[in-house]
């Protein structure tokens, strides 16, 4: 049997902190996190180089403290709290399947992870180590979705692949209307234009403006993901189409 080969030399997997909630929609859902990571180690098999940003919203959401009254940066600054917990629990995971893993912070907290320097995690991904970059950006105001864009660049990912629970990106939401129309391809302008939700206005023109393909693929069906990395067409693309 001839042996599979990735696609992609080194993606960034974007996951949102709700997928590692699973149904209980918020905390983290042990068997959801351990799918997670058997899925993350199929693709590690295959030699793909892999980078991960997890959100923090399955335990707190910026925005949502702030629409309680609280300061902007404050919350922000916790959500991205909540991102470090939800980075070292997917790095036990991921370590007790033998996968090598490094936490990287953009805030210092050595005691827990290590600093995030670019030169650094290009060195662990090169020795296919998983990095999964933690506290977002470091800087209130910005969302997990831009920290995804902006590691993607620094590492010279190849790909962002964004993982949901719908099958891709639609004209309107799929879990409310049977009639929605899922995109197999789109252009960065139709998304902005569209307001589709795929990722955050800031995040999808760092994207455009670098020509950084994005796919959005369902990350609850079993084995999606090292299909999607098997260049299987799944999902949605999005990249500059003329």
Do not use: W
Not at 129 to 157: C, H, W
Not at 182 to 192: A, G, P, Q, S, T
Not at 195 to 211: Q, Y
């Amino acid at each position: 049997m001839a042996k599979q080969s990735s696609r992609y030399q080194r993606i960034l997997l974007k996951l949102s902190g709700e997928a590692l909630a699973g149904d209980k929609g918020f905390g983290i859902h042990h068997d959801t996190i351990e799918r997670i990571a058997e899925e993350i180690k199929s693709i590690h098999e295959l030699g793909t180089e892999i980078a991960i940003v997890v959100g923090g919203g399955n335990i707190f959401r910026g925005i949502a403290g702030t629409a309680q009254g609280m300061d902007r940066a404050a919350s922000d600054y916790m959500g991205m709290l909540a991102t470090v917990i939800n980075s070292m629990a997917l790095q036990d995971c991921l370590e007790k399947r033998g996968v090598y893993t490094r936490v990287m912070s953009a805030i210092g907290m050595s005691q827990l992870a290590e600093p995030y320097i670019r030169r650094r995690a290009i060195r662990h991904l090169e020795k296919k180590r998983v990095v999964i970059f933690a506290a977002g950006t470091g800087n209130p105001f910005f969302t997990t979705d831009t920290a995804a864009s902006l590691r993607a660049m620094e590492v010279g990912a190849d790909i962002i692949m964004k993982a949901t629970r719908v099958d891709g990106v639609y004209d309107s939401d799929p879990e409310t209307n049977a009639d929605a129309v899922m995109f197999k391809r789109l252009d960065y302008i139709e998304v902005l234009k569209n307001n589709l939700k795929v990722m955050d206005s800031t995040a999808i023109s760092l994207c455009m403006d670098n020509s950084l393909p994005i796919l959005v693929f369902n990350l609850n069906t079993p084995g999606n993901l090292k299909r999607v990395v098997l260049g299987e067409e799944l999902g949605t693309f999005v990249r500059r189409e003329k």
